[in-house]
C-alpha cells in the first residue's frame, strides 16, 4: 500500500484515514486517481484542497465503513468498493458494526490492490453472469455457511472478524497464518482463476503444466487432505499444506501469496525500506526501488523483497509476536508466482 499525505498540510495520511491527525481536514480515497485527498467540507459537501474539485462521500461512510469518495456530480451512491456487497450483516446486532468495519477495511485494500493489478472489476448488480459480489453472513440461522467462493460469489462468514474466534480456528487446523485479508485474496484468486484462465485453452494447459490438472476430482481431494494430509515434503512444490489438497486451491492460495507479496514490496517502495544487514552473505541485501506494478519481472520483485520480510520477521520476534511471514517460498513456488505475474502483465498489455 502506497503512503499518502494531506494536500493541507502536508502530514501523512493511511488509507483508512476518514480525517487527518494534524490538521482535522476531512480526508478520503479516490479510486479514480488512486490516491487520497483532503477537502473543506462546503454545504455537506467536500471541495478537494488540492484543486477545488467537489466530491461526496460513498453512502456507507455514515456507518463508519469506508473513506471512498465519488465526483459530486455523479449519480452513485456507493463507491466501487461497496457496490460488490450484496449481504451485509445484520447491524440490529450491537457487534456486528465493528465486525463489518474489518471486513470492510479488509476489503477495500483489497478492490485497491486488484485496480492497480488492472483487474477487470465488475460487480454482479451488474453483470449477473461473471460480475463480482461478496455476502457477509453469520453462522447463527445459518449452519451450514461456509467462507468460499462460487461463480462470483464470495461468502465471508462473519465469525472471521472476530479476532478470538480466527485465532481458535487457525490453532485447530494448525494454520501459520490466518487474517481476513488472507481470506479475501483466497477467495478472489478462485474467481480470476475462472474468469481469466478456465476460458482460456491456451492459458488453461500451460495452467495445468505448472498447477496440475484440475480436473481432479475437488470434492475427494479435499477429503483426501483432511483425512491424510500433505506429504512431507510438501514445502518442496507448494506454498502451503492446504495447497496440496488440489490445483485449484494452489492456485488460490499461491495467487494470495502472490498479492501479500506484491502489496508489501508496493509498502517497502513507499517508505524507503533498503535492508543491508551486518552479515558476509550478500543475498540478505534489499532494496526496492520500484512500484512492483510497474515491473515485468517477478524474480526482480521477489529478489528486493524476500531480505525485506527476513527483516519484519526479525522485529516480530523483538516484540514477541509471531513471524509475520511465517512460510518458505521454494523455487517451485516461485515460478508458480512467475506464472500468475506474467499473466497479469500480459493482460495489462491487452
Ligand atoms: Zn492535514
Ligand atoms: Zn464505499
Ligand atoms: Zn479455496
Known amino acids: 500500500m502506497k503512503i499518502f499525505e494531506c494536500d493541507n498540510c502536508g502530514y501523512p495520511l493511511y488509507f483508512e484515514n476518514q480525517s487527518c491527525e494534524k490538521c482535522s481536514h476531512l480526508s478520503g480515497y479516490s479510486d479514480l486517481h488512486h490516491g487520497m485527498k483532503t477537502f473543506t467540507s462546503v454545504n455537506g459537501n467536500l471541495k478537494s484542497d488540492r484543486d477545488g474539485e467537489i ?34 450483516p445484520d447491524l440490529s446486532i450491537q457487534e456486528n458494526t465493528e465486525k463489518w468495519q474489518k471486513l470492510e477495511n479488509a476489503k477495500h485494500r483489497l478492490v485497491y490492490q486488484l485496480q492497480r493489478l488492472e483487474l477487470p472489476i465488475s460487480p454482479r448488480s451488474s453483470d449477473v453472469n461473471k460480475g463480482l459480489c461478496f455476502d457477509f453472513v453469520a453462522k447463527q440461522g445459518n449452519p451450514k455457511v461456509m467462507t468460499g467462493h462460487n461463480n462470483g460469489i464470495i461468502t465471508i462468514v462473519l465469525s472471521e472478524a472476530d479476532t478470538v474466534h480466527r ?73 502451503s499444506q492446504y495447497a496440496t489438497s488440489h490445483p485449484w486451491e494452489d492456485w488460490a492460495e499461491t495467487w494470495a501469496h502472490y498479492l501479500h507479496i506484491m502489496d508489501m514490496t508496493e509498502t517497502s517502495y513507499f517508505f524507503g525500506v533498503e535492508v543491508n544487514p551486518n552479515v558476509k552473505d550478500q543475498s540478505f541485501k534489499g532494496k526496492v526501488n520500484f512500484d512492483p506494478y510497474e515491473i515485468m519481472d517477478f524474480n526482480k520483485i521477489y529478489k528486493e523483497w524476500a531480505p525485506i520480510s527476513l527483516v519484519i520477521n526479525s522485529l516480530n520476534r523483538s516484540m514477541g509476536v509471531p ?8 523455487q517451485n513456488v516461485i515460478q508458480k508466482m512467475n506464472f500468475i505475474h506474467n499473466l497479469l502483465t500480459q493482460l495489462k498489455r491487452e
Request: charged residues 20%; glycine residues 6%.
Open 55 to 88: 466530491f461526496k462521500y460513498c453512502r456507507n461512510s455514515v456507518s463508519g465503513v469506508c473513506n471512498w469518495i465519488i465526483p459530486f456530480k455523479e449519480e452513485r451512491e456507493y463507491c466501487l468498493a461497496c457496490s460488490l456487497n450484496r449481504i451485509i
Open 167 to 239: 485465532e481458535y480456528v487457525k490453532k485447530q487446523l494448525s494454520e501459520p497464518y490466518r487474517t481476513l485479508i488472507g481470506h479475501f485474496r483466497h477467495e478472489v484468486g478462485h474467481y480470476y482463476w475462472s474468469l481469466l484462465v478456465s476460458g482460456n485453452q491456451t492459458t488453461l494447459s500451460e495452467f495445468r503444466e505448472v498447477f496440475g490438472d484440475e480436473r481432479t476430482d475437488y470434492n475427494q481431494s479435499l477429503n483426501n487432505h483432511y483425512q491424510f494430509g500433505a506429504t512431507s515434503n510438501w514445502q518442496e512444490s507448494y506454498i
Open 323 to 330: 513471524d509475520m511471514y511465517p512460510f518458505v517460498v521454494s
